[in-house]
T-cell receptor, first 110, second 111 residues
Framework: KNEVEQSPQNLTAQEGEFITINCSYS?????LHWLQQHPGGGIVSLFM???GKKKHGRLIATINIQEKHSSLHITASHPRDSAVYIC????????????FGTGTLLAVQP | KAGVTQTPRYLIKTRGQQVTLSCSPI?????VSWYQQTPGQGLQFLFE???????NKGNFPGRFSGRQFSNSRSEMNVSTLELGDSALYLC??????????FGPGTRLTVL
């Protein structure tokens, strides 16, 4: 079993829909990261969180440490949101090592 | 502020050769981490350097090595290349233990 599990693996939405991507992990962590990867490879860090909730524009990330679960929400989705969204965890200690989920491929259709 | 740069962007090698990839972090960032991305295994951590010291290492064979220079620039080396080493190699820099900023990657093809 992978240490970081994401669901769904693939997601197709219509423009304007509310989207939720889920992430569960089985290891102790110091932080959880949500990353976005567009075709061509470039990865952008969206959020780094260790508790509670963070919001940036139309993106919201939440984490429940007790349940070892995080969600990424996209409100009012747009075709430019189409990308792979990756959940990753920092396993603790003085390190930037990341353990990655397998990613969620999101396609938002106009 | 310039982002993380990686050179070269594309590389084609043959089995048995060795390769060196370079990563220049954002100015002021002391941590550089390296990752391998393949369709089969996804993203995997290779190693991390902080102030010229290897701070953590992933589960890769000894053919994979790296180093960091005093200006925080980092190189990774893969010796005796195998077909399975074909991948996108990404580096990421951070100031300390915090948000990582990824470079565009080096796409390595081993023939």
């Amino acid at each position: 079993k992978n240490e970081v599990e994401q669901s769904p693996q693939n997601l197709t939405a219509q423009e304007g829909e509310f989207i939720t991507i889920n992430c569960s992990y089985s290891v102790g962590i110091s932080a959880l990261h949500w990353l976005q990867q567009h075709p061509g490879g470039g990865i952008v860090s969206l959020f780094m969180l260790s508790s509670g909730k963070k919001k940036h524009g139309r993106l919201i990330a939440t984490i429940n440490i007790q349940e070892k679960h995080s969600s990424l929400h996209i409100t009012a989705s747009h075709p430019r949101d189409s990308a792979v969204y990756i959940c990753a965890v920092s396993p603790g200690g003085a390190t930037n090592k990341l353990i990655f989920g397998t990613g969620t491929l999101l396609a938002v259709q106009p | 502020k310039a982002g993380v740069t990686q050179t070269p962007r594309y590389l084609i090698k043959t089995r048995g050769q060795q390769v060196t990839l370079s990563c220049s972090p954002i100015s002021g960032h002391r941590s550089v981490s390296w990752y391998q991305q393949t369709p089969g295994q996804g993203l995997q951590f290779l190693f991390e350097y902080f102030s010229e010291t290897q701070r953590n290492k992933g589960n890769f064979p000894g053919r994979f090595s790296g180093r960091q220079f005093s200006n925080s620039r980092s190189e990774m080396n893969v010796s005796t290349l195998e077909l399975g080493d074909s991948a996108l190699y990404l580096c990421a820099s951070a100031r300390g233990t915090d948000t990582q900023y990824f470079g565009p990657g080096t796409r390595l093809t081993v023939l």
